[in-house]
């Protein structure tokens, strides 16, 4: 049973450029959501997707966008990268009764320099 | 702003010996609270999740959750030195998509 898979799994970019991380749910799960963390912080919640539309979004600026396809995975797009864009993505998936059981993937590190 | 308070540590405890780690949070809505474990340079794992007052077990984890005081924690018996991470408190955010609400961790050493 394949869990939750994240690519790329490190990425080096510079300021301004974008970049597009990639995510496949948990076989069952449908619901996806991605996490910035921080070095030394917690995850933060970005967005979650559900039935390809977002249904939820966090304190992020527009810069931050998504999608999710018909097959639940989903993408997350930074535009116009700043220093502080720095972090580990997390992809976590769940089920559709999103009970805060996460599921994460192992992240995509992204070093914006 | 819904937060979620945890000491950083670093805790350092003797193998053998009783872990425990606290948290807060601000926001009395919140019902349920989870646990999550994050070894070095790997993602969040759960370990546990309390919705009741009270304490839950399970094999050497026990949460404890008291809502009056808006208090959680989590007891780590009989500590190995792979217990050795970071664990994350969170809070479920149950307005809206049940996002998690996590604090910055406490990062446990448990020594041999």
């Known amino acids: 049973d394949a869990g939750v898979t994240q690519s790329p799994t490190h990425l080096i970019k510079t300021r301004g450029q974008q970049v597009t991380l990639r995510c496949s749910p948990k076989?069952?799960?449908?619901?996806v959501s991605w996490y910035q963390q921080a070095l030394g912080q917690g995850p933060q919640f970005i967005f979650q997707?559900?039935?390809?539309?977002?249904?939820q979004r966090g304190n992020f600026p527009d810069r931050f966008s998504g999608h999710q396809f018909p097959n639940y995975s989903s993408e997350l797009n930074v535009n116009a990268l700043l220093l502080g864009d720095s972090a580990l993505y997390l992809c976590a998936s769940s089920g559709t009764l999103n009970t805060g059981e996460l599921f994460f993937g192992e992240g995509s590190r992204l070093t914006v320099l | 702003q819904k937060e979620v308070e945890q000491n950083s540590g670093p805790l350092s405890v003797p193998e053998g010996a009783i872990a425990s780690l606290n948290c807060t949070y601000s926001?009395?809505?919140?019902?349920?609270f989870f646990w999550y474990r994050q070894y070095s340079g790997k993602s969040p794992e759960l370990i546990m999740f309390i919705y009741s007052n009270g304490d839950k077990e399970d094999g050497r984890f026990t949460a404890q959750l008291n809502k009056a005081s808006q208090y959680v924690s989590l007891l780590i018996r009989d500590s190995q030195p792979s217990d050795s991470a970071t664990y994350l408190c969170?809070?479920?955010?149950?307005?809206?998509?049940?996002?998690?609400?996590f604090g910055t961790g406490t990062r446990l050493t448990v020594i041999p």
């Open positions: 969170a809070a479920l955010d149950q307005t809206g998509a049940n996002n998690l609400f």
């Open positions: 997707y559900y039935e390809e539309e977002e249904r």
């Open positions: 076989s069952g799960h449908d619901t």
């Open positions: 926001d009395r809505g919140s019902q349920s």
